[in-house]
């Protein structure tokens, strides 16, 4: 793959999802009305990773007010619960369907939301200590390295700020579609191994890459956040899911 390709894989995995989205992709539907209004009246269930549901733990007592980032959560899934909560909200992510998704839900529900279209591998549009609040769904493993985004992150995040945070725990990676059988060795990057990209439809699957424990959980205590609890998740179906075998983690940190 050329540098330029090298440089230019984030626009192709945006384009990507702008398609997953076009054919319906679960993660890029938004929420019903029903599903705002119980928001409004404190039901405030939401995911990170495929099936199991945020701690209440997790969330601040009382939203009015707080300016809470989704970053690369478009899909007005996540976002739309703050809104209903009483925060002020900011969306970036790359991918125009799923900012699309946002704003059709603020006008839906008569909110405002600010959308920003930014790719999260590059500097963050925002000044130091301007949220409350970020909350990251599993997006990560669409970009090659995760550690600027956690300094990023803290950068931007105030003094006390909460931030949550969905990540694949790169089993995904190493098996086969049908989840039965060891295919490829960690780390996955076919940005660096020409074997994996010759035979991957970028075009369909974009292009995804595995990351450790360390360069994700290690690495937000490393950008400066201390870490307050975290959970595992599974696929939600497939063989995997079938055997309970964890393939997704959450985590909760402050600064």
Request: with cysteine.
């Amino acid at each position: 793959m050329t540098d330029t390709n090298h440089q230019n894989y984030t626009a192709l995995n945006a384009e990507t999802i702008d398609h997953w989205v076009e054919d319906g992709w679960e993660w890029g539907a938004p929420i019903t009305h029903e599903n705002f209004v119980a928001a409004q009246k404190g039901n405030r269930e939401m995911v990170l990773t495929p099936i199991k549901p945020v701690p209440k733990s997790w969330f601040l007592p009382d939203f009015h007010h707080k300016k809470v980032l989704g970053l690369a959560a478009g899909g007005g899934q996540q976002m739309p619960i703050f809104a209903a909560l009483g925060a002020d909200c900011t969306i970036l992510d790359y991918s125009t369907r799923q900012l699309a998704s946002e704003k059709l839900v603020a006008q839906r529900e008569g909110y405002t939301i600010k959308t920003i279209r930014a790719d999260m591998t590059q500097p963050l549009p925002f000044a130091d200590e301007s949220f409350d609040f970020i909350i990251n769904p599993v997006s990560n493993c669409y970009i090659e390295s995760v550690l600027p985004v956690w300094q990023e992150c803290y950068r931007v995040l105030k003094a006390g700020g909460h931030f949550i945070a969905g990540l694949d725990n790169g089993l995904n990676f190493i098996v086969s579609d049908d989840e039965q059988r060891i295919v490829n060795h960690l780390p996955y990057n076919p940005l660096t191994q020409p074997e994996i990209m010759a035979k991957l439809d970028t075009q369909e699957n974009g292009i995804q890459f595995s990351h450790t424990l360390e360069e994700q959980i290690r690495g937000q205590l490393q950008a400066g956040f201390q870490l307050v609890d975290l959970y595992e998740d599974t696929n939600g179906e497939g063989y995997l899911h079938e055997l309970n075998i964890p393939s997704f983690w959450a985590t909760h940190v402050i600064k």
